[in-house]
């Protein structure tokens, strides 16, 4: 067969959402002439067993990926305790002396339901 | 981002010294990152022969899904060789992004096929004449490779773990769509009872060359301890023909069945069961595409393939739709 | 509305709803079976992997109306879809045609084209029937279709996308495509007909007439072609003869042979 055969066989990374509250996950990826049928192909060939409510199709040249040099510029040191809640644990205790619970994570992130 | 040169000017020495170190601290090797061409050569031929032998094991299967006795059975069996072929989709696809480099895609797959360059496993050059080998098939034969597979679950390779971790999670389904056959007519009547020993006596030297010869010396290669090396694999061919046998002769005998090796028995003090060597000379000739139905299953095979080129044709995108 | 086997007799509508629901189970099982062939044969691996999930819906499909069935002690659902002769189907003749020349192990010179057409057909003239089937005054059968309808989104969707593909490359695609359409309009009047009982059956509630259903189906049919800048001509035949009136073709008397073969070695066994 001629080239054209073998242009048939594009590649398309395909992305799913599980549930309407979970974010979308990377699958695996397809062959596929164009991104009709990849959408087409998508569910049956990587979810045929778990519940799917969305997915997303990419052509892989679209995506721009860190390479194994870049991957590096991913490392950083752990001194950052000033980012995130560790660094300031000790407001708790101070809270403690003043009769006031201590408004952490979990406490926050539960004032947005309504079971409480 | 100009600083990040640093890995390339590397000699391939201290690239390949630096690959190794992340091979034996157990990190998972990307197909962008570098790799010695060994390892890359190893996973091509390694990954693409498991891709195909998927495909090709569509087919001794294939032929009982039409036929299948019940709606829950045709059911069950459609499922089963559908997943024969998803699987061969995820590995075809991950051998495809190892020879990306080369300019080499499916297409190249499928025609070293049809050349006989690319070879598919020795088990399925063989016949499935009864109902009973749809259900040995799916009992025993994918029994026989969750073994293997499942002893490549953490290969080094990341890429491929991760199609295994998913292949492995139906191969569960699977062993049970065969056992459940099995199992009936085991429970059923003489007759049933009787195409369960005669696909077992058909399948048995088949069962035991499935892992592979033991050692290189007795068919002349193995590429066994290559894929040791990178940590691609755990176990020697022998291993998992041992914990084959510890995982399944016990059920066989259980099901009333004679094992067809009178002299196999398991030695305690060496803890190894002793049996009969199949024929490597056969073993041989059948990955050569000289078993009993290689010609005919690769006809089938490339026949399906060209018969639908001009669908492929058609829809490259180089084709303008109108 | 009739809820039980029992409302039915009552009624008077058994041979209707035995009727139309013979047409369904064996129209579902035939196609799938059909389906079942291709399977491993298809153009790409991950067609093959898709096609087979229609397949086995479709298979599942025929199942739940083989079991409505056996709910009006008319047989076992398993005896129905492997035991009955030829001449005691109720399927449409399309669908029990071969997918080529050839046999599906030998030679199999199977046409996408007319699968991608064939399959189109069908699976647009079922969603038809399944709409009206939602209303049924058999109650049973109207949950049924609703089950079905749920994965009918997906087949039109996806024989919509092959046809509609295939149907816009111009030269061998599309000559294909529509040497498979001219073909398939000589007995797609048969996956819309309803048979010689077709009044009883619309007269019970059961489901609206076969006017209705080929009209919107025409409908459906002729904005496709539009969509893809052909003209065809859509004139629904039943050359070989109408199914739903026992009327069949060597095709399915070779199909029954093949899908009942280890079935046949023992019906009663447990297999």
Redesign the interface.
Same mark, same amino acid.
């Given at each position: !067969?001629?080239?054209?055969?073998?242009?048939?066989?594009?590649e398309f990374e395909v992305f799913s959402k599980r549930t309407f509250k979970s974010p979308f996950q990377h699958q695996?990826? $397809? $062959?596929?002439?164009?991104h =009709?049928?990849a959408?087409? !192909?998508a569910?049956?060939?990587f979810m045929?067993?778990e519940p799917v409510v969305d997915i997303w199709v990419v052509k892989r040249s679209d995506i721009r990926?860190f390479?194994?040099? =870049?991957r /590096?510029?991913l490392q950083r040191l752990d001194n950052k305790e000033y980012r995130n809640t560790k660094g300031y644990g000790y407001l708790k205790k101070k809270w403690r002396d003043k009769e006031q619970g201590m408004l952490d994570e979990k406490e926050i992130l539960s004032w947005g339901g309504d079971d409480k | 981002?100009t600083t !990040?040169?640093?890995?390339?000017r590397l000699s391939d020495e201290e690239k390949h010294n630096h690959f190794m170190q992340r091979i034996e601290a157990g990190e998972k090797i990307?197909a962008?990152?570098?790799m010695p061409e060994e390892y890359r050569m190893t996973l091509i031929k390694l990954i693409s022969m498991h891709g195909i032998s998927e495909i090709m094991g569509a087919l001794p299967e294939k032929e009982w899904v039409p036929k299948a006795p019940t709606l829950r059975r045709k059911l069950g069996i459609m499922a089963k060789v559908?997943d024969e072929m998803?699987h061969g989709?995820?590995l075809l696809?991950v051998a /495809?992004?190892l020879m990306k480099p080369y300019g080499r895609?499916? /297409?190249d797959i499928m025609q070293d096929l049809f050349t006989g360059r690319l070879k598919f496993h020795n088990v399925f050059h063989m016949p499935a004449p009864t109902w009973g080998d749809a259900g040995l098939i799916g009992w025993l034969v994918d029994g026989a490779a969750i073994i293997t597979q499942t002893n490549m679950l953490k290969a080094s390779y990341g890429p491929y773990a991760r199609?295994l971790q998913?292949i492995c999670a139906?191969e569960v389904f699977h062993a049970q769509h065969g056992e459940a056959i099995i199992m009936a007519l085991a429970e059923g009547t003489d007759e049933q009872k009787a195409l369960v020993q005669d696909s077992l006596n058909r399948w048995w030297e088949s069962l035991l060359m499935f892992f592979g010869p033991a050692a290189a010396d007795t068919t002349g290669s193995s590429k066994q301890d290559t894929t040791i090396k990178y940590k691609i694999r755990t176990k020697t061919n022998e291993q998992l023909r041992q914990d084959f046998f510890t995982k399944y002769i016990p059920r066989v005998l259980s099901l009333g069945l004679e094992l067809p090796d009178p002299t196999m028995r398991y030695d305690e003090e060496k803890g190894l069961w002793i049996y009969k060597q199949p024929d490597w000379n056969e073993f041989k000739e059948i990955v050569r595409n000289n078993g009993p139905k290689s010609k005919e299953r690769l006809r089938l095979r490339q026949l399906s393939y /060209?018969n639908n080129?001009w669908v492929? =044709?058609a829809?490259?995108?180089?084709?303008e739709a109108i | 509305m009739m809820k039980t086997p029992e409302d039915v007799r009552a009624q008077g509508h058994e041979k209707a709803l035995k009727e139309l629901l013979l047409q369904l189970a064996d129209d579902d099982f035939i196609v799938a079976y059909r389906g079942s062939e291709w399977l491993g044969l298809a153009p790409?691996?991950?067609?093959d992997?898709?096609f087979?999930?229609i397949s086995q819906d479709t298979m599942g499909h025929a199942t739940m109306y083989y079991q409505l069935l056996e709910d009006l002690g008319l047989g076992v659902a398993n005896d129905l879809a492997h035991a009955r002769k030829p001449e005691e189907r109720r399927n449409a003749i399309l669908l029990e045609e071969v997918n080529g020349p050839g046999h599906y192990l030998e030679e199999p010179r199977y046409d996408w084209a007319f699968a991608v057409v064939r399959h189109y057909f069908y699976t647009q003239a079922k969603k038809i029937r399944i709409d009206s089937l939602q209303a049924s005054s058999y109650e049973p059968l109207s949950h049924v279709a609703i089950k079905v309808n749920t994965e009918l989104y997906?087949h039109l969707?996806?024989w919509k996308?092959?046809f509609k593909?295939l149907m816009t490359i111009p030269g061998e695609a599309r000559e294909r495509m529509l040497s498979a359409v001219s073909r398939s309009m000589e007995d797609a009047g048969g996956i819309l007909a309803l048979g010689p009982h077709e009044k009883k059956m619309t007269e019970a509630g059961l489901i609206e007439g076969e006017e209705f259903l080929k009209k919107r189906w025409l409908h459906e049919v002729e904005a496709m072609c539009d969509d893809c800048g052909v003209q065809v001509t859509l004139e629904p035949m039943m050359k070989r003869g109408n199914g739903r009136a026992l009327e069949h073709t060597e095709d399915l008397t070779d199909a029954i042979k093949t899908l009942s073969a280890v079935y046949r070695q023992d019906p009663a066994a447990i297999w």
């Open positions: !067969m001629g080239d054209k055969g073998r242009e048939f066989y594009q695996f990826s $397809l $062959l596929a002439p164009n =009709e049928l959408v087409v !192909m569910q049956e060939n045929r067993r990926m390479n194994q040099e =870049e /590096e510029a | 981002m !990040m040169t640093a890995f390339e990307e962008e990152d570098w559908q998803g989709q995820l696809r /495809e992004d895609n499916r /297409e199609a998913r139906e /060209e080129a492929r =044709e829809l490259s995108p180089s084709n | 790409h691996i991950e067609e992997v898709a087979s999930s997906y969707m996806h996308t092959w593909q």
